[in-house]
């Protein structure tokens, strides 16, 4: 009867869920009997009745009306009352209530080939979207140990080959449970989705064949503008394809160096400087710093355009595996990947990223106890523009309809909908444009919020030293031998803690945190050079610069010169000092002076 009900009466489906939900200890007592079929929550029992229809087995129709009960009731609920109160499940349960649906939603796609065409269908639409909701909460603040999503029974090497094949259960896992597989094994099959990429486009070098490149002027004074004006009419293969950087100095002339790494990252990194300056009004922060759309960006005529042009950049970064340490608030990123178009996402979750004060407010009204009528809310919210008022209605007539005690909950999350949502949508709607014209959408739902900012930032550990070492290059004299080099990495090791490594790392790269799958995969390649000279009289390489850097000879002592770095390339010029105490000083100095490559 419920099944029909919530099939049938569609338009007070909210109502139903709302008034069961709010029954004491049902659902409690409902997850308590299912615990009590079986090992795993019963897990097999529930599987062997896959092979019946849902009508004729009371015990899948019992698991429905729990999951959509749930799933309505978990996404109302708020950290407080989910983590700290834990009413009305216990972290305990909602553990184990994870680990039973992660498994029986994957066996029903792996083993039973459920999708929309079976009759099991309506069983998968109530068990997913619970599970969804729940990894969703534990991505934003965990609840479970380490591990807990991964599907033991699933071998790595099976789903590849299958993948590789086409199946259509593991084209259906990568696209409704991706979490099930290993993080680092989705970064790999991103990365190797780019290169199959490229090469169906022609986009690599084969036979000896150098694919099309496309060649960008850049004026140093005009940056952003020369920038948008190029990439904004390129078509999306070109962009995906190689760029070549002409910059062109403040005094009207070329500067020396073309090439689709270096000079492009610089370029990349200089536009990124500009755009997601906070006073530029095109993003603002966070109280922690994270960055998220302005909702006055309309300020500049082109604004969206703008939008469009960012995105552009940023995913041509992660399309070549450039990290930029760029950090995003969270609920940006969550429209990023389309969780917010699911029914049963909340933006109250993520409410206190953005506004604190607002998110205290709402959680006020959410648990005040008194008649809320007289408070004299109603569903709209007056906005200060630049010293103009304009009223936005939550809903349609909202300036008319008052807020009560049966309709706050509503109130709540339109209220952190509109200001998380509705405000940025178009500018949100933009930058995907933009971003999506270079990386397919799909492979974006592959991650969750958290992991999309690794992709972009790089991973959250510590710097690999060894894996630093094995794949670093050697220019100027300087080889793995050498002692300034065996003193470098003696430093990092044992002299520096882990916040000077990632400093260090940042005056190298630009970047404080490694690549996602280790130092073979950072582009350009980290580099370290001998130089005997000050950054604006160094012209590179030459036969006497390298056989004087190899041999340890020293032209002048260079105990008054401090290391430097073209972060462009990933290169760290390093004089060639005559003591380890000196080198370990300097190098100290310059990574936390945060002057960077200009220091000297």
């Keep these: 009867m419920f099944q029909t009900a919530m099939s049938t009466l569609t338009e007070i489906k909210a109502n139903i869920l709302s008034g069961l939900t709010y029954m004491d200890n049902l659902l409690p007592s409902l997850w308590h009997f299912i615990t009590e079929l079986g090992p795993n929550s019963g897990i097999k029992l529930f599987l062997e009745s896959l092979n019946s229809s849902v009508e004729s087995q009371p015990i899948l129709s019992l ?56 009759r099991q269908h309506s069983l998968f639409v109530s068990t997913h979207p619970l599970l969804m909701i729940l990894h969703q909460r534990d991505a934003r603040r965990s609840f479970a140990p380490d591990n807990h999503w991964l599907i033991k029974d699933l071998k790595m090497s099976l789903f590849r080959n299958e993948l590789e094949r086409g199946s259509k259960r593991a084209k259906r896992v990568l696209q409704i449970i ?85 000079v492009f990252k610089d370029f990349l990194e200089e536009i990124i400087k500009k755009v997601f300056d ?40 992660i399309y070549e595996g450039i990290v930029v340490e760029v950090p995003f608030a969270s609920f940006f990123l969550s429209q990023m990947v389309d969780h917010q178009h699911s029914a049963l996402y909340s933006p109250l979750d993520e409410l206190s990223s953005m506004d604190k004060d607002l998110f205290k407010n709402l959680s006020f009204l959410k648990h005040y106890d008194e008649d809320i009528a007289d408070l004299d809310l109603v569903f709209s919210y007056d906005e200060d523009l630049m010293g103009k008022i304009i009223t936005h209605e939550l809903i349609p007539g909202g300036k008319a309809i008052a ?43 592959w991650f969750t919020t958290p992991e ?40 990092l090791e044992k002299d520096f803690n882990k916040e000077e490594r990632a400093l260090f790392l940042k005056f190298v790269t630009s970047c404080s945190k490694p690549p996602l799958l280790g130092f073979i995969h950072l582009q350009p390649p980290f580099s370290i050079r001998c130089v005997e000279v000050s950054d604006d009289q160094d012209t590179g390489d030459t036969l006497g610069s390298v056989v004087r850097g190899f041999l340890g000879i020293h032209r002048r002592d260079p105990v008054g010169r401090l290391p430097t770095s073209s972060t462009c390339f990933n290169l760290l010029k390093l004089p060639n000092y005559s003591k380890k105490s000196t080198l370990k000083d300097k190098l100290r ?12």
């Design 63 to 118: 698991l429905m009306f729990f999951c959509d009960c749930s799933s309505y009731l978990i996404t109302i609920l708020d950290d407080v009352e989910l983590y700290e109160h834990q009413k009305p499940f216990k972290l305990d349960d909602l553990i184990n209530m994870s680990s039973f649906l992660n498994m029986f939603v994957y066996k029903m796609i792996w083993e039973h080939n459920i999708d929309s065409n079976s």
């Design 178 to 262: 991706p979490h099930i597989i290993p993080h680092i094994e989705r970064v790999i099959l991103f990365h190797k989705k780019v290169g199959d990429e490229k090469k169906e486009l022609g986009l690599v070098e084969t036979a000896g064949i150098m694919p099309h490149s496309t060649l960008i002027t850049i004026h140093r004074n005009q940056l952003v503008e020369d920038g948008y004006h190029a990439i904004s009419q390129m078509e999306g293969k070109s962009l995906k394809g190689t760029l070549r950087i002409k910059f062109v100095n403040r005094q009207g002339l070329e500067e020396a160096g073309i090439d689709q790494d270096g």
């Design 278 to 317: 906070p006073e530029l009004n095109l993003f603002k922060h966070t109280e922690d710093q994270r960055l998220y759309p302005s909702p006055t960006s309309s300020v500049h005529e082109n604004h969206l355009q703008l939008f469009r042009f960012v995105g552009r950049m940023l995913a041509k970064a």
């Design 403 to 445: 807020v009560t005690n049966e309709n706050k909950i509503r109130y709540i999350h339109m209220m952190a909908h509109f200001k998380m949502c509705r405000q940025i949508r178009e500018q949100v709607a933009a930058f995907k444009k933009g971003f999506c014209s270079v990386v397919n959408p799909d492979w974006l739902s």
């Design 452 to 491: 999309l900012q690794r992709l972009i930032s790089g991973d959250n550990v510590a710097i690999d030293l060894s894996d630093l070492k094995k794949h670093v290059l050697y220019y100027g004299g300087f080889h793995s031998g050498h002692k300034v080099v065996v003193w470098l990495w003696d430093i």
């Design 589 to 600: 100095y310059a990574i936390t002076s945060g002057t960077g490559f200009e220091l000297s």
